[in-house]
């Protein structure tokens, strides 16, 4: 568990590889280009002798192999073995934070590791777990207090004491309202079947979805079917089912003459009756 340990934090420090290696290429290929475009030829006598430098100087080595000889060549140098002091105590504190992380959460992995496998030996599966949180939920609100949860663990008899028990109640309650359900054991101890349980109650309610969905569009063409709308404001519904829109289409055409006589021509609404 330990190793488990070493290699999450190791992973997830590893996101951060892609970023921090462009930017270490960047700061070397401009440092090497002001350092080409500084020294003589007879010193740097090509570009990546320059990046060769450069290299070896953000990484604090330094060989003495090749070193700036020009005041332009000096500051460059003196600027990137600053940069390179910054920049490279950002690995170093990624990586310890994500192992800080994975440290600090180093108990709840192991005990949840340790009640799964407990309940695998003792042939305890998913469902049979579901079925007996039912039964121990004795106010019938689908949900385990404390009491009910360590109650529960202790007569299952899978070796996990009710420290353990308690301790994995409290990591178990994940909305912190003082109860477990059996989503969240499902979801912590069991995440495998939890997720196939949810992919197959998806799929069962797949098809009443979809028959709602076209219920839906059948009926929002009925409602755009019963009003003919031109280039305005969007009206939407039929006008027997709104009296606004009755009005609006009895005075259209005492609307369109004064708009006439105005020199206007744009028509704003038609009814389709």
Not at 50 to 63: H, K, N
Not at 92 to 97: D, F, Q, T
Not at 113 to 132: E, P, S
Request: charge should be negative; proline fraction near 4%.
């Amino acid at each position: 568990e330990i190793t488990r340990l070493l290699i999450d934090a190791c992973s997830k420090a590893a996101e951060a590889v892609p970023v921090l290696s462009y930017m270490m290429a960047l700061i070397v290929l401009l440092s090497a280009t002001f350092i080409y475009l500084f020294e003589d030829r007879s010193n740097i006598p090509s570009m990546p002798h320059s990046l060769w430098l450069a290299v070896v100087t953000m990484t604090t080595v330094g060989y003495g192999d090749f070193y700036p000889t020009s005041l332009g060549g000096y500051v460059t140098a003196a600027f990137l073995t600053f940069v390179s002091v910054v920049f490279l105590a950002l690995p170093v504190g990624i990586i310890g934070h994500e192992f800080n992380k994975s440290w600090q959460s180093r108990a709840h992995m192991l005990l949840m590791t340790r009640v799964r496998k407990c309940l695998n030996k003792w042939g305890f599966n998913a469902g049979d777990v579901q079925i007996l949180i039912q039964f121990a939920d004795t106010d019938g609100d689908g949900k385990l207090t404390l009491s009910e949860f360590v109650e529960l663990i202790r007569q299952m008899r899978i070796g996990v004491s009710s420290e353990a028990a308690a301790e994995l109640f409290t990591m178990l309650d994940t909305d912190y309202n003082g109860y477990v359900d059996d989503d969240e054991f499902l979801r912590n101890v069991f995440p495998d079947e939890y997720v196939k349980e949810i992919q197959r109650a998806q799929r069962e309610a797949l098809p009443e979805c979809k028959k709602q969905i076209g219920l839906a569009l059948d009926r929002l063409d009925s409602l755009r079917s019963g009003v003919t709308i031109f280039p305005g404001p969007a009206l939407k519904g039929t006008a027997a089912e709104s009296p606004a829109l009755s009005e609006i289409s009895e005075e259209s055409p005492s609307n369109g003459a004064r708009d006439n006589a105005d020199g206007g021509d744009e028509t704003l609404f038609q009814s389709g009756f």
